[in-house]
């Protein structure tokens, strides 16, 4: 059964636009929501993570939206540039579980000179 | 940084084969992780480890077994490959609740193929 939702499973948009991911997840106890990015030939690694105390979090290009009502979360990617072509993957855990993250399918995002 | 390293980058075994993955984390971390990776499945944990000699069931864990010996490492082990085993494999680690932020720390992934 999967947990965590994600889409589009694929994404190609062109150098400047903003390409946005979305999860969503149906257990209201997760209380970690992290984004990891994986380059070809690269294991994941963690790109940005909230808590659902907040609806917005920025790092530099990258912000991700929540929704706690709706339980869903959203990976916006401003100016988006070629070296951000990856596979992007939306995850969720619960501190009972601190050490247990669940994966969503991932997307891989192409952007385009 | 933490480093984790995977003893193979790509593998080719045959089918009835046993396969072994070896998996090391240089950061004294406490949880480890195996997963595989296949396209539009994201990544599915198969074992994880919270602790020398310490091992849970992850997803999918048939036709896989691990053993963790020493807390830097942690093998899984195919007892009998078979095809619907060739899978992109993904060790990680993470450290026990620090910040709470749960982050794991994964290897570069062995490529296994099963012919």
């Known amino acids: 059964q999967q947990q965590v939702k994600q889409s589009p499973q694929s994404l190609i948009v062109q150098k400047g636009g903003i390409p946005i991911i979305n999860c969503a997840y149906e257990?209201?106890?997760?209380?970690?929501f992290p984004w990891y990015q994986q380059f070809p030939g690269k294991g994941p690694a963690l790109l940005i993570a909230i808590r659902p105390d907040v609806s917005e979090k920025k790092e530099g290009r990258f912000t991700i939206s929540f929704n706690k009502s709706a339980k869903q979360f959203s990976l916006h990617i401003m100016d988006s540039q070629p070296g951000d072509s990856a596979t992007y993957f939306c995850a969720a855990s619960t501190y009972s579980s601190a050490s247990k993250i669940i994966f969503g399918s991932g997307t891989r995002l192409s952007i385009r000179p | 940084d933490v480093k984790v390293t995977q003893s193979s980058r790509y593998l080719v075994k045959r089918t009835g084969e046993k396969v072994f993955l070896e998996c090391v984390q240089d950061m004294d971390h406490e949880n480890m992780f195996w997963y595989r990776q296949d396209p539009g499945l994201g990544l599915r944990l198969i074992y994880f480890s919270y602790d020398v000699k310490m091992k849970e069931k992850g997803d999918i864990p048939e036709g896989y077994s691990v053993s963790r010996e020493k807390k830097e490492r942690f093998s899984l082990i195919l007892e009998s490959a078979s095809t619907n085993q060739t899978s992109m494999y993904l060790c990680?680690?993470?450290?026990?609740?620090?910040?709470?932020?749960?982050?794991?720390?994964f290897g570069p992934g062995t490529r296994l193929t099963v012919t």
């Open positions: 990680a680690s993470s450290s026990d609740g620090q910040g709470l932020s749960y982050e794991q720390y």
């Open positions: 257990n209201t106890a997760f209380d970690y």
